[in-house]
């Protein structure tokens, strides 16, 4: 990605942040539809590429913030990043101890 195409990114992505949101009900409400939008605006080839990435660099043992950050450049949320990494190390199991 060259560095306009990549300031073009982030400025679409402060446009879709910065959006002024009244009160919690609202951002609750309105929260569905920036995903959406995100979503929509986003190009799925290079999304699925970029938490592919991540992936293998969860499964081997490379630095696993490059990858983070293109998979956020290609607009993937951090809920998709988290169930990427999910689906390889798994989630913690609380053991009791007393």
């Known amino acids: ?3 306009r195409s990549r300031s073009a990114s982030f400025a679409a992505l402060a446009v879709v942040a910065l959006v002024p949101i009244a009160a919690s009900q609202d951002a609750d409400r309105l929260a569905p539809t920036r995903v959406a939008a995100v979503r929509a605006s986003r190009d799925r080839h290079l999304w699925r590429a970029a938490l ?3 992936r ?3 499964a081997g043992d490379a630095n696993l913030a490059p990858p983070i950050v293109a998979a956020v450049e290609a607009r ?3 809920g998709e990043i988290s169930d990427t990494l999910r689906a390889v190390f798994g989630e913690h199991q609380e053991t009791s101890t007393l």
């Open 1 to 3: 990605m060259s560095p």
């Open 52 to 54: 592919d990435r991540v």
């Open 56 to 58: 293998e660099a969860a």
């Open 76 to 78: 993937a949320t951090v």
